[in-house]
């Protein structure tokens, strides 16, 4: 499975965006997904996680009614819609496919995309 990251950008507080995340091969709808984060000198983390059905979600307490993810299995893509952004919210953001073991870990994830930039300004 390849997997592409777009979206990112630079926004205003306050703003938002939408990152999408394009599988490659066949298999994407029976895979879980996650998106991940790291921002300068800090260790990567879990923003959320969507079961291969969609019906299932996970996020992390900092993102947590402000954040949306989803998934378009026909389309091979799965999307963070991120509302209400903060400057905290300033990383690099990592898609990531068919975990083994608990969602909230990078270790458990066998397929990374390259991941895109998100800047917001004060």
């Known amino acids: 499975v390849q997997l592409q990251a777009s979206g990112g950008g630079l926004v205003q507080a306050g703003g938002s965006l939408r990152l999408s995340c394009a599988a490659s091969g066949r298999t994407f709808s029976s895979y879980a997904m996650g998106w991940f984060r790291q921002a300068p000198a800090k260790e990567r983390e879990f923003v959320a996680a969507?079961?291969?059905?969609?019906?299932?979600?996970d996020y992390a307490d900092s993102v947590k009614g402000r954040f949306t993810i989803s998934r378009d299995n026909a389309r091979n893509t799965v999307y963070l819609q991120m509302n209400s952004l903060k400057p905290e919210d300033t990383a690099v953001y990592y898609c990531?496919?068919?975990?083994?073991?608990?969602?909230?870990?990078?270790?458990?994830?066998?397929?990374w995309g390259q991941g895109t930039l998100v800047t917001v300004s004060s």
């Open positions: 969507i079961g291969w059905h969609g019906g299932s979600t």
């Open positions: 990531a496919a068919d975990p083994r073991g608990s969602v909230y870990y990078t270790n458990s994830y066998n397929y």
